[in-house]
Structures are given as structure tokens and as C-alpha cells.
């Protein structure tokens, strides 16, 4: 069982900054990847980053690619999202999720409201 609790979430201005976290507890967080995904309203969930255990590999939605940063800090048991040049169509509630060895993403926090004006 692991426990995934995000934060950061808020009101931006276009072209503002933010940057999300995830705490994690209850399995040995430096073994697992670590993804963040978005939802807005009326879409489907979308796959938005993830980082390997041990923070070597990240990957990105292109959509992100150049503005958002995924890191993680395996002492502290927390994943990162910077987002950087935000923009109104990022607007979503953003979740992070661990990923199993089968490559599905099986427990997943509360998420936290981005909402980015123009």
C-alpha cells in the first residue's frame, strides 16, 4: 500500500511558474518510477512525466517538453513537477502515480488544481 499526497496547486498567470510535489509513504519510494498525469475539464486523463527510481531517465508529454521538469529527492520520499511558461490550455488537476514492473501506474494521490489564466 503506498499513500501519495500532492501539493502546490494554485492560480497562475499565463506564463507564470508553479511547482507540484508528491509525498509518499508506505513502500520504499527510491525503488519505484514516479509519474505525473493531468485531467482537465471534460478530457480524458493524460500522461504528463515520469522519472525512473532512481532519477536517471525522465520522459515528457510533448507538450511539456522544455517547460516542465519532473525530479525526485529519494531522502525525503517526494517527486517534484517544475512548470515553468505556464499556459491556459495546462489548466488541470494534476495527479502523480506510482508505477508496478508491468508498467501500470496502480496508486495514485488526491491530485492538486492547476489553473493557469490568460
Known amino acids: 500500500q503506498v499513500q501519495l499526497v500532492e501539493s502546490g496547486g494554485g492560480l497562475v498567470q499565463a506564463g507564470g511558474s508553479l511547482r507540484l510535489s508528491c509525498a509518499a509513504s508506505?513502500?520504499?519510494?527510491?525503488?519505484?518510477?514516479m509519474g505525473w498525469f493531468r485531467q482537465a475539464p471534460g478530457k480524458e486523463r493524460e500522461f504528463v512525466a515520469r522519472?525512473?527510481?532512481?532519477?536517471?531517465?525522465?520522459y515528457y508529454t510533448n507538450s511539456v517538453k522544455g517547460r516542465f521538469t519532473i525530479s525526485r529527492d529519494n531522502a525525503h520520499d517526494t517527486v517534484y513537477l517544475q512548470m515553468n511558461s505556464l499556459k491556459p490550455e495546462d489548466t488541470a488537476v494534476y495527479y502523480c502515480?506510482?508505477?508496478?514492473?508491468?508498467?501500470?501506474?496502480?496508486?495514485w494521490g488526491q491530485g492538486t488544481q492547476v489553473t493557469v489564466s490568460s
Open positions: 502515480a506510482t508505477r508496478n514492473g508491468l508498467g501500470e501506474y496502480d496508486y
Open positions: 522519472i525512473t527510481s532512481s532519477g536517471t531517465n525522465t
Open positions: 508506505g513502500r520504499t519510494f527510491s525503488t519505484i518510477t
